[in-house]
């Protein structure tokens, strides 16, 4: 087992976000983690990468436990995180961008970097072709496609990917989620934070999802396709309708 989360508890303050979530990612697997807005998978993430602390639980990674790390220690032992929002880095260069993804590896030798630089054009060869523009210069899904590249330069041996569909057209989309399943075949193991759950399930192994706060349903992703209760609540017109809903519901509250 690559990475072993087990009965983790995290707290905004005041606010339990998460109530004892446990998950596992075996070497070499794309597994999925779903679920509706406020559910905790981004909290969960965050707690993996260290840039939140459990109240309560273990983490662990390649037999290391990594609970209460830095995330800068996280990151060097081999865990990468491509965040929500892309988060380009707009006064640099793509080629800057891409480099930056590989601060963890300061001890490495050059010949690795430029090799695993040149593994990233090979799947994006936009991004060679960009390389001199600046990050912000680039459109939505070539700024996804950077921001996977970025991660891809630490060399690490897992990828948490949170929301890599999000605001991106429908073409789009099916492109991310190609790279994502290219580069698992290249040997990254992945974990994936998605809302579109039709479309993570569709690559993924397997899947988690939660509902504020706790896992209500793990299986196979072949499995989960099928299931009467994800196709209910999290596939289909209908999820997204409700998801729309709670979303407009949700801003008329803040106004």
């Not at 707290?11 to 597994?31: F, P, R």
């Not at 390649?62 to 892309?86: L, N, S």
């Not at 580069?183 to 509902?211: D, S």
Request: charged residues 25%; hydrophobic residues 40%; aromatic residues 4%.
């Amino acid at each position: 087992m690559m990475l072993d989360v087990k009965e983790i508890e995290t707290w905004y303050g005041a606010i339990q976000a998460l109530k004892g979530i446990s998950l596992d990612v075996n070497q070499g697997e794309i597994v999925s983690l779903l679920g509706a807005n406020g559910a905790g998978k981004s909290t969960t993430i965050k707690t993996i990468t260290g840039l939140l602390a459990p109240a309560k639980g273990r983490i662990e990674f390649m037999g290391q436990v990594i609970t209460g790390k830095e995330p800068e220690d996280i990151a060097e032992i081999g865990i990468a995180c491509v965040p929500e929002g892309r988060r380009i880095f707009p006064g640099l260069t793509v080629l800057d961008n891409l480099m930056l993804g590989a601060t963890p590896r300061e001890n490495a030798p050059q010949a690795d970097i430029q090799k695993d630089l040149g593994r990233v054009y090979e799947i994006f060869p936009q991004l060679k072709e960009s390389r001199k523009r600046l990050g912000w210069t680039l459109s939505g899904g070539q700024q996804q496609m950077l921001a996977i590249g970025r991660g891809l330069m630490s060399g690490s041996k897992l990828l948490l990917l949170d929301e890599p569909s999000l605001g991106l057209a429908p073409v789009l989309v099916q492109e991310v989620f190609r790279v994502i399943k290219e580069i698992n075949g290249m040997g990254t193991t992945i974990l994936l934070v998605e809302q579109n759950a039709r479309m993570a399930l569709l690559i993924t192994h397997r899947g988690f999802v939660l509902e504020t706060g706790k896992v209500m349903l793990t299986d196979t992703a072949a499995n989960l396709l099928s299931n009467e209760e994800m196709k209910a609540h999290y596939l289909g017109a209908h999820a997204h309708v409700k998801e729309a809903r709670q979303r407009r519901r949700s801003e008329r509250g803040r106004v």
